[in-house]
């Protein structure tokens, strides 16, 4: 929020107490401990004006914690974010002048000068951001009472910022205000289902703000040289990490909030949803299912919306008899067909939901502070929520999906989290509202997930969440929420999907063909493509049924080619999520996370890496004509092995059986065998594609654990590419020079 008026002058009511000096410096193990005036000290007088606290360490290698505060003594009630503290301080240094924590490469250097209070972050002797003249400080509106901690960091020339979660504003947030409230606002708003208080900056380093609650940035918005960020209260707590690439960051980043788990093989596959408000039973879904293999389209998991259940029941967690008599039948038939089944949850219990009088009497719902349940019918008719700080709410949640586990179910689509209370509320563990509002998803999605571990085992478990906050990416997958049927819907899903990925999401997925409304072919089409060279890929829509054929037969061609070609992807694509899983690097990333010594890559939001190797540029307009960057090396055309030289803007045109996909220079490529599965065995019979090879690069074939169960390597010997391979399988190789 914004409490100047420019630069001189403060909001009306708005009083503040700003660092002016450290005044008393004490150091402890790893840390500095800082008396701060927010006055300049002259004389002993001077020392009963306000001052402020703050606290510098190292929770881990690279990363620098900045703990503010002015009264120490108010409540925190929590909740907080689970964080993974490794402990990373080299050394504290004194220096003329200043004070200095080390942690690895990155270092905070403190001003110890009366009257020039500085705060300054360093990787190496790289200047990367730091808090200045009237940065660090406490807000008063002295109408209210209402008070805040706040802090400002640095922006140099032509930085960029991104993050903050999924949100579908300008990609690059410079320019914008970004409020941290989970919101059910669709994809065309500054809502976000997916808050999270940590950017990126194309400098090399990140920030996490370290509050569950609505923190507020203000991104070179009310000064444009800076980027400001307050909590309510009275105690403000971040981090810096250092890089210097984007990787490096998102590294610490991740290895310090959690890394996501690795998604079980046939999650990457194709997902069929009944759709929302559709009309549908157990014949509707079968016709779907046929028509598929009638196609010769590959499908892997089968997902029932909300009607699977009785309506004004959600949730009971009990099949509608009347649509499908027969679920535990139905779901042996699917099954042996091949199909993984999904089913959609929320945490919700409706007042006609059988479940809702045993959910009050046993205390598992949310209470106002008055003690009655807190109850709306928005959405459904008097629902309450679950409350999950409850060891039993949860647990009873729990046991009432696992019948659904045991009779065949094989993931959930964890939905909504977001419309969560706030005011007159008491939670079962006393946790502040306001900072649970955008945690409860975290409660709400580990409940479910680790169920899934539990009963699937480790590896097998997967949902599909709407929302997030901070660790949320822990627990995949995310998809993008409500979007639209056109292609102005789908270049903002391709936005927020970069910026969540910006935060360290590994896995996302989104609503082909957009969720409200139906799209024309042409539409549906080009969002095949995007949706089959995402991590996940999911046909699914609201009130009409997303079977390709009630679009045109060409749709059911394309669909087909896509699937068929990220069926074949799997060997690279699974290598991928593991990368995503062990180091923290997601699968769908943004160009500048890729080439961040390329300029021109700094505002691209229309174009995306698939991994390592791939770049995908997405067809946004029914001529089929697309422009794009293409960064500096050489490329090959994935589908046509066409040979392009970067470096270069492109504008091309092309059919529904094509878009830009590109593979760059030095890329081993393992193709697999399969074009109908993504489960298989991606080292038998691989075939193993150099592309435009130069020098010595291998690549790893995971097996469906995770593991490594071979490793390809090229040399390159007088011009000559050779490849050598500890797989005792059948493999053939192909070089495109």
Not at 153 to 158: A, C, E, T, Y
Not at 362 to 374: A, F, M, N, P
Not at 657 to 675: A, C, D, H, K, Y
Request: proline share 5%.
């Amino acid at each position: 929020m914004k409490f100047k008026r420019g630069l001189w002058l403060m909001q009306k009511d708005i009083t503040p107490l700003y660092a002016v000096e450290a005044h008393r410096v004490q150091t402890g193990k790893g840390e500095i401990d800082v008396l701060v005036a927010t006055t300049h000290i002259a004389g002993r007088g001077m020392t009963m004006s306000p001052a402020l606290h703050l606290r510098l360490f190292s929770p881990a290698e690279g990363v620098i914690g900045v703990e503010e505060t002015h009264w120490a003594g108010t409540v925190d009630r929590g909740p907080h974010y689970q964080l993974n503290a490794t402990g990373g301080c080299d050394e504290v240094i004194r220096r003329e002048g200043e004070i200095v924590l080390r942690s690895g490469r990155m270092e905070a250097r403190l001003s110890t000068e009366p009257g020039a209070w500085s705060l300054r972050f360093y990787d190496g002797e790289k200047y990367l951001t730091g808090s200045g003249y009237r940065a660090m400080g406490h807000m008063t509106n002295t109408a209210t009472g209402q008070t805040w901690m706040t802090d400002q960091l640095d922006l140099s020339v032509g930085e960029c910022v991104y993050g903050f979660g999924e949100r579908f504003t300008p990609f690059v947030k410079n320019g914008q205000l970004v409020e941290m409230w989970n919101g059910d606002g669709g994809t065309s708003s500054e809502l976000a289902y997916k808050n999270i208080p940590f950017y990126m900056s194309s400098r090399g380093y990140g920030v996490l703000v370290d509050d569950t609650g609505d923190t507020a940035f203000e991104v070179a918005s009310e000064n444009v040289e800076r980027v400001e960020f307050a909590v309510k209260g009275e105690k403000l707590a971040y981090y810096v990490f250092a890089g210097p690439t984007p990787h490096d960051v998102l590294r610490r980043y991740t290895g310090f909030t959690g890394r996501p788990a690795l998604p079980p093989a046939w999650s990457f596959g194709l997902w069929l949803s009944t759709s929302f408000t559709t009309n549908y039973d157990e014949a509707t879904t079968s016709s779907f299912i046929e028509g598929m293999r009638a196609r010769g389209i590959p499908l892997h998991v089968f997902h029932f919306d909300c009607f699977w259940m009785k309506g004004y029941n959600w949730c009971d967690f009990t099949w509608d008899d009347e649509t499908f008599p027969d679920p535990e039948g139905m779901l042996r038939r699917y099954k042996a067909g091949g199909l993984k089944i999904c089913v959609w949850i929320n945490p919700y219990i409706a007042q006609n939901s059988p479940l809702f009088q045993e959910a009050m009497r046993e205390g598992y719902l949310i209470r106002k502070t008055d003690g009655s349940v807190w109850q709306t019918d928005l959405w459904q008719a008097g629902m309450g929520i679950v409350d999950f700080t409850n060891p039993g709410a949860r647990e009873w949640y729990r046991e009432k999906l696992r019948p659904l586990l045991e009779m065949g179910v094989d993931c959930f689509k964890t939905d909504f989290g977001e419309r969560i209370p706030v005011r007159d509320i008491e939670y079962f563990d006393h946790s502040d509202p306001m900072r649970m509002h955008n945690y409860f998803t975290q409660l709400y999605n580990e409940a479910v997930f680790s169920l899934l571990e539990e009963v699937k085992g480790k590896g097998q478990a997967t949902v599909f969440a709407r929302s997030a906050t901070v660790g949320g990416q822990c627990f995949p997958v995310h998809w993008g929420g409500d979007n639209s049927a056109n292609y102005v819907s789908m270049a903002e899903t391709l936005r927020a999907g970069l910026s969540l990925s910006s935060c360290g999401f590994g896995f996302w997925s989104h609503d082909i063909s957009g969720f409200e409304s139906t799209a024309p072919a042409h539409v549906y089409k080009r969002w095949c493509q995007f949706g089959l060279l995402s991590s996940h890929s999911r046909l699914h829509g609201s009130q009409s049924y997303r079977v390709p054929w009630l679009f045109d037969e060409e749709a059911c061609v394309v669909l087909k080619k896509f699937v068929e070609l990220k069926c074949s992807l799997m060997p690279y694509l699974y290598r991928m999520a593991v990368i995503a899983h062990e180091e923290g690097i997601p699968v769908l990333r943004p160009m500048y996370m890729e080439f961040p010594g390329d300029p021109a890559c700094e505002m691209l939001d229309r174009e995306y890496m698939l991994g390592e190797s791939i770049l995908v540029a997405p067809v946004f307009d029914e001529s089929g004509e697309v422009q794009y960057y293409l960064p500096d090396g050489e490329w090959t055309h994935l589908l046509d092995g066409r040979r392009m030289t970067g470096g270069r803007w492109v504008k091309e045109q092309y059919d529904f059986m094509s878009l830009p996909i590109w593979v760059r220079e030095n890329t081993l490529l393992p193709v697999g065998q399969s074009r109908d599965q993504v489960e298989y065995d991606y080292a038998d019979g691989v075939e193993i594609r150099a592309y435009r090879v130069s020098k010595d690069v291998e690549i790893a074939i995971p097996a469906l654990d995770g593991s490594t169960q071979a490793t390809f390597k090229a040399a390159v010997r007088d011009g000559r590419v050779s490849v050598t391979t500890d797989s005792a399988k059948p493999w053939t190789f192909k070089e495109y020079k």
